[in-house]
């Protein structure tokens, strides 16, 4: 099998999005756009690497994005689009020899599996192969002058289609066409491969294909991934653990200042305990002890965050969502209150999804029982997950 090397374009700022960080990073369904983006290659199996060119001064935004993915370094973006995909070429070639490379933009989260497909084995005769949807529309071509437009003609739309990514090629044909074209301002790489007397073929892609430019475009992305995912799940979690000595204790991913500490395996943690219980609930996935044995001294001390990861990374590789996060902390002393903002931007942070999509909060059981004489904290959680039909 031919090498095939994704390079996703992730260099722009987003100006048109209107937005505090560029479009790429931004939260689609409970993930990055870029993530969605990155995993769709990643997840091909014609695909045998990615490499993804971004603008440096977003490097935290980047990291966090794509962490756990397992990719090599960034490669720093140009003034242009075309010099950052340049530099991406010029990257590739220095890791070693590759046969194809798919270009494909970031801003387009929701490519499938059979585009990607059409696109490769097009590559078998030809030198390069595009995504498009040919035109459907009626075409009006405005007339000159001030004022609002007014039609001067009708374009004929017989033979037109609108290019998508991503776009295909035999990397040492476009690696030298970009070299050629280097100081020109070309539309897309088509056009560059055009330049250079490359055939390139048009592969029929979908609508959903499009480019998130505007929040509209981010809303209906949303809209579309949320209606693939129709299987809705409920699982609950619920734990316990005693004080113990300590200067602290560990709800939802945070150290609270306690005049006591929590007894556990782990870190204790009551409150993500029992949230990764409730996604692996929602995934009928066993429980958190089947997947971490507190018999297994690796789990000591560990932190509870890469318990609920793990429960996170199970219904992404599902392809499903979390939806929604729920967690109730049971206990008189310490109070939740002054630290609910912060755990739960923790938990969405750990969760890959909006803190808009987490719910933390706190109560006592009026003194009575085992957390109303202060022996323990106990935490009980609910979650949502959307699962694909």
């Not at 490769?120 to 437009?149: E, F, H, N, S, Y």
């Not at 490359?198 to 509209?216: G, H, R, S």
């Amino acid at each position: 099998m031919p090498t095939c090397i994704a390079l996703i374009v992730a260099g722009g700022s987003g100006q048109r999005f209107g937005a505090e960080r560029p479009k790429q990073y931004l939260a689609l369904a409970g993930k990055p756009v870029l993530r969605r983006t990155v995993e769709a290659f990643l997840h091909h199996p014609q695909v045998t690497a990615v490499r993804v060119v971004i603008d440096p001064s977003w490097r935290e935004a980047y990291e966090t994005a794509v962490a756990g993915l397992g990719l090599p370094g960034p490669v720093a973006g140009g003034a242009s689009r075309q010099d950052s995909v340049r530099n991406g070429l010029e990257a590739i070639a220095a890791d070693g020899p590759a046969d194809l490379v798919l270009i494909h933009d970031a801003a387009r989260p929701l490519v499938d599996a059979g585009t990607i497909d059409r696109v490769i084995g097009a590559l078998d005769t030809m030198a390069g192969a595009i995504a498009a949807v040919p035109v459907a529309d009626t075409l009006k071509r405005a007339g000159a002058g001030a004022g609002p437009a007014v039609v001067a003609d009708t374009v004929d739309r017989e033979g037109l289609w609108r290019a998508q990514t991503p776009q295909g090629f035999r990397f040492p044909d476009i690696l030298a066409a970009h070299r050629a074209a280097a100081g020109l301002s070309l539309t897309d790489d088509a056009a560059v491969a055009e330049r250079a007397g490359l055939a390139v073929a048009l592969v029929p892609a979908k609508e959903e294909n499009f480019k998130v430019t505007t929040p509209d475009d981010l809303a209906r992305a949303e809209r579309s991934l949320m209606s693939a995912l129709w299987d809705v799940r409920t699982g609950s979690g619920f734990d316990v653990h005693r004080f113990t000595d300590g200067s602290f204790v560990t709800l939802c991913g945070l150290q609270v200042p306690h005049d006591q500490g929590l007894e556990g395996h782990s870190d204790a943690d009551v409150g993500l305990h029992a949230l990764t219980d409730a996604i692996l609930g929602a995934l009928a996935d066993g429980d958190i002890g089947s997947h971490f044995p507190p018999s297994d001294p690796k789990w000591r001390g560990a932190d509870s965050a890469k318990f609920l990861r793990h429960a996170a990374d199970l219904v992404a590789a599902r392809g499903g969502v979390i939806a929604h996060a729920d967690v109730t902390i049971i206990c008189e002393r310490p109070k939740v209150g002054p630290h609910r903002a912060a755990m739960t931007e923790r938990i969405a942070q750990i969760l890959g999804i909006g803190p808009g999509r987490v719910s933390v909060k706190a109560t006592t059981t009026e003194q009575l029982g085992f957390t109303g004489r202060r022996e323990g904290i106990a935490a009980q959680a609910v979650a949502t997950v959307r699962l694909p039909g």
